[in-house]
């Protein structure tokens, strides 16, 4: 007789796990076919029976919030399983590109925000499935309570949004990373869905030539560069500058070139990719000597291995898939700090495209452990040496825009790599903080995000869940004058997805970094979307956001009144007058605007348009100053009153 194939449910479900409240609770998994599973939890029960493949699908019946509690398992073989410690309460799944991934270490090097956090009623999960072209349903992860390490690893924002639920609720709160940086929503869609849209309809079929191997063009198809390099590129197999003595403090540089940090060594003129050394004397203040020290390097394009009077600081490599654009911070021990100097190098490694410490300037410095005002600043020269030049590197066309198989950018591969595997867990909703990849078409973006918002609740068929979305930050160099902003399109694109049901906005137009897409403040945008979560999707008190722009009338002559919805104590943050706030007239010419506060409206006029027709506000990149907030302090959402559906002004 051959042994019944063995029970197994699907990943998700194991010790620590959270379920959730009060709907039929859906357990999956695998067994012998033909054989009947039953489970229990909570004094709950249900049964079914196995298909031919062996998939089963059974529902427990609703439970309230609590626990703990065992989930148990058995099938008519005798098989059973047991997982305990599981609770019931509110799922949420945090999912976008690298801003939701960002961990709360890259934000918080030293541990404030989660020391002495310890949430057993918190549980985190983070789903690390490679991107895979086909349909995938494992996944390798585990459920943690939130402590003080857990929280570190975990995404930064998720992990301020679920513990603000936890203390505002006081249920059991179950939260699932899963973003992966530098990715398009393309990549977070079903194929049933791109293929509904004619312009992301037309990724599919060159993508799908190489998925089907129809095109073999190329013998060797690759899904990404790097995975071309990995595979193809030149070797490293000795490090010269070590062998050399590059990084110890005695190394005689006088001869090596200078160079002026930040910047990829392309700009100082040096065309190539390979390996180059970056090094640097620091004389330290006399009350420095003998103290931990924090080293940051800002972001390094693509890969280093940093020294500190010869003794290894950190690295970055192929762990990283944003190496290129992570900020380095490293810890410089107290026993390095005695003599009065240190002497930083820098290993630099730039397999393809640009190389070198990118910065910016404001995140490169170095100060004593906990006294971040005190840092002197590394930006400016340093010595440069070339330790290996592989020439300029270019990777093979590697078809479909270079999103062959398995590239985490291919259309619907994230939805089948990342996506299916959860489905249909039962889960509260979502949170997104996505777009910056896809800031170059607003206009494709507009139609995708409630396209997603759609097929993503179609696949786990609970309802209209709620959606919250992160409007993009606050990103590069402000500009003097109105201007034309594809991130301003972008983030209309984001609050146009309002008009769905049960959809959230959380605005981040004030906590962002000129120079950094990645942002330090992940709090704010946390809180933010748990304050709508507890306004509209739990009904606490308060607004849920900022002033939302509803309406624009005509006021006096020359004048346009802009109507707000969670305007209660409409004001500016620092008692100015509003900025950046432009009016234009039918030439659509914004010039800033003038504009007085009454009550919870706005009325803006310019002497020089006298029969406005439209209004824009923190409509740029980086609409730095933008100070029109609420009674709580919370921001405006920027806008375009040609955005309102019907609009006077418009």
């Known amino acids: 007789m051959s042994t019944p194939s063995p029970l197994q449910p699907a990943p998700l479900f194991q010790d620590g796990a959270v379920l959730q409240r009060e709907m039929l609770i859906p357990v999956w998994g695998q067994a012998a076919p033909g054989a009947t599973v039953r489970a229990s939890c909570g004094g709950g029960t249900a049964s079914t029976q196995a298909n031919e493949d062996g998939s089963w699908l059974l529902r427990l019946p609703p439970l309230p919030a609590g626990g703990p509690h065992t989930l148990a398992l058995e099938d008519s073989h005798g098989q059973r399983l047991t997982y305990q410690d599981i609770l019931i309460g509110d799922v949420w799944i945090c999912s976008g590109q690298s801003n939701m991934e960002y961990a709360l270490s890259a934000v918080d090097p030293h541990g404030r925000e989660s020391q002495g956090v310890n949430l057993p009623g918190v549980r985190l999960l983070t789903v690390a499935t490679p991107a895979r072209a086909g349909r995938q349903s494992a996944i390798n992860a585990r459920w943690t309570p939130a402590a003080p390490d857990t929280l570190a690893a975990f995404s930064a924002v998720g992990g301020w949004f679920g513990r603000t639920l936890h203390a505002g609720l006081g249920i059991p709160i179950g939260l699932i990373a899963n973003a992966w940086g530098g990715t398009r929503i393309q990549a977070w869609l079903s194929r049933e869905a791109l293929s509904t849209d004619p312009s992301a309809r037309l990724e599919l079929e060159p993508y799908e030539r190489l998925l ?147 910065g910016p300037s404001t995140r490169m410095n170095l100060h004593p452990e906990g006294a971040p005002a005190d840092a002197l600043s590394l930006a400016g020269d340093w010595r440069f040496q070339i330790e290996q030049n592989w020439g300029v590197v270019t990777p093979p066309d590697l078809g479909a825009n270079g999103r062959g198989p398995g590239e985490p950018n291919a259309p619907y591969t994230l939805f089948h790599s990342r996506l299916a595997p959860l489905i249909p867990y039962g889960i509260r909703g979502w949170t997104w903080y996505q777009g910056e990849s896809n800031a170059g078409e607003p206009g494709l973006y507009r139609r995708l995000l409630p396209l997603l918002i759609q097929d993503w609740r179609r696949a786990w068929g609970q309802g209209d869940l709620p959606f919250l979305i992160v409007q993009l930050a606050n990103y590069q160099p402000a500009r003097e004058e109105p201007c034309e902003s594809s991130w301003a399109e972008l983030r209309a694109a984001q609050a146009a997805a309002l008009r769905l049901p049960r959809t959230g906005l959380a605005v981040a137009i004030d906590v962002g970094d000129a120079a950094d897409i990645h942002p330090k403040d992940k709090k704010s945008v946390g809180l933010r979307l748990a304050r709508w979560a ?43 007058p509003v900025r950046t706030l432009a009016i234009a007239g039918a030439d659509l010419r914004f010039r800033w605007a003038e504009s007085r506060i009454e009550g919870e409206t706005l009325e803006a006029w310019h002497p020089e348009v006298p029969h406005p027709a439209a209004v824009r506000y923190a409509w740029a990149d980086n609409p730095e100053g933008c100070n029109l907030v609420n009674r709580d302090g919370l921001p405006a959402a920027p806008f375009d009153t040609r955005e309102l559906e019907t609009s006077p002004c418009g």
């Open 212 to 358: 089907y191997g129809i095109d073999r063009s190329n013998p060797k198809v690759f899904s990404s560069a790097d995975e071309w390099f990995r595979a193809e590129g030149p070797e490293d197999p000795i490090n010269h500058g070590l062998e050399n003595g590059w990084h110890l403090p005695a190394c005689e540089d006088s001869a090596w070139s200078v160079m002026t940090l930040p910047q990829r060594w392309q700009e100082a003129g040096h065309d190539f990719n390979g390996i180059a050394w970056f090094r640097r004397r620091i004389e330290l203040p006399a009350a420095w000597r003998g103290r931990p020290l924090v080293l940051n390097l800002g972001a390094i394009d693509k890969h280093d291995e940093t020294f500190v009077n010869g003794q290894r600081a950190g690295s970055m490599g192929w762990e990283n898939k944003n190496s290129w654009c992570t900020p380095r911070t490293y810890t410089v021990p107290p026993g390095l700090t005695q003599e009065g100097t240190v002497t930083v190098a820098v290993r630099v490694r730039s397999h393809i495209y640009h190389g070198g410490l990118t």
């Open 534 to 576: 507890l306004s509209r999707e739990y009904g606490h008190a308060g607004p849920p956001s900022g002033p939302l722009l509803r309406a624009c009338l005509p006021a006096a002559p020359g004048r346009l009144r802009l109507a707000f919805d969670h305007a209660e104590g409409l004001t500016t943050r620092d008692g100015s």
